[in-house]
């Protein structure tokens, strides 16, 4: 039996981030900040058999935060092939992830 699920990373964050603004010629535009910028990453994966998901938080969108969710996922469906679609993400193919892809595969 497998599983075959979507999966991608995001960002949240506790404050925003300016693309563009709009001032007027010749006055800067002042934009206020709260000297603290926290922000969590998470993985997460959706069951496209069941809409099943799978969260993992981390404090970073890394190669090694990659695999622990890849644990995550590989302890969640042990007993089934699991099939991911990725982008093409750096960390999602790295020497590590590859490693471990052969590894357990």
Known sequence: MSSCCTSNETHIRSYHVL???LSEVGRQKQVPTFGHHAHISLFGAVNVH???T?????GAANATTFLDFLRVLK???SDR???????????H?????????????
């Open 19 to 21: 693309r563009t603004t």
């Open 50 to 52: 069941d809409g099943e």
């Open 54 to 58: 799978v969260l993992h938080q981390a």
């Open 75 to 77: 302890e969640r469906y």
């Open 81 to 91: 092939l699991v099939v991911l679609v990725l982008d093409n993400a750096r960390i």
């Open 93 to 105: 193919h790295t020497k590590m992830v590859r490693e471990f892809l052969r590894e357990e595969g």
